[in-house]
């Protein structure tokens, strides 16, 4: 497994523990099945586009984006959404609070 999934991320969202394994896509089944014979079926199993480069942004910006984002979820023909912008982490509590 260490040699297959390159870096690991963990985060908290919803309340649930996510992991998120880096990895080649031709390798993407190898370590799916690898995790779930040591540790049981994954809940959701996927690959994802990841940007190569982010975009920075402000306070205001966030906000937007953040109930840009909220609305293409709740919208029902929307399936997923890709983003490559970034929000510091002192934006993100001013904005939860």
């Not at 963990?10 to 993407?28: C, G, P, Q, S, V």
């Amino acid at each position: 497994l260490t040699t297959v999934a390159r870096k690991l991320i963990t985060a908290r969202k919803f309340r649930h523990e996510i992991a998120k394994f880096w990895t080649d896509r031709f390798e993407f089944a190898a370590v799916r099945d690898a995790l779930a014979e040591k540790l049981g079926d994954p809940e959701r199993a996927a690959l994802a586009w990841v940007p190569q480069n982010t975009i920075p942004v402000n306070e205001e910006q966030a906000g937007t984006l953040l109930k840009l984002l909220d609305v293409l979820e709740d919208n029902d023909d929307v399936q997923t959404v890709s983003a490559n912008f970034d929000i510091a982490d002192e934006v993100m509590e001013r904005l939860a609070s």
